[in-house]
């Protein structure tokens, strides 16, 4: 089993700055990626930012150029910085551990973390 922790949400201002952070533990399998999803009030589950562990990353197009994802393989962490930051970007943030290759299908999901962006 793979557990996923996340930490670092709260209320920031219009255009602040937040770090969320995503420790997992357990029986780590590789090729995988580390991802952050979000949902919003009344909307569906939303891919935020993934990085595989070859580093190889991805971003929503409403993120680009704000959001930054990273991870430390020796803390098996994963972080997301968020810059400039939009009320849109409310919601609850979900970290995600998923196989890759011949470990597709295996998928994790931490219990999230609520960010608020608000004045």
């Known amino acids: 089993q793979v557990q996923l922790v996340e930490s670092g949400g709260g209320l920031v201002q219009p255009g602040g700055s937040l770090t969320l952070s995503c420790v997992v533990s357990?029986?780590?399998?590789?090729?995988?990626?580390w991802g952050w999803y979000r949902q919003a009030p009344g909307k569906e589950r939303e891919l935020v930012a993934d990085?595989?562990?070859?580093?190889?990353?991805n971003y929503a197009d409403a993120v680009k150029g704000r959001f930054t994802i990273s991870r430390d393989l020796a803390e098996n962490t994963v972080y997301l910085q968020m810059n400039s930051q939009k009320p849109e970007d409310t919601g609850v943030y979900y970290c995600?551990?998923?196989?890759?290759?011949?470990?597709?299908?295996?998928?994790?999901w931490g219990k999230g973390t609520l960010v608020t962006v608000s004045s």
């Open positions: 995600n551990f998923r196989g890759r290759g011949p470990f597709t299908g295996r998928n994790y």
């Open positions: 357990g029986r780590i399998f590789s090729p995988n990626a």
């Open positions: 990085i595989t562990n070859g580093g190889i990353t």
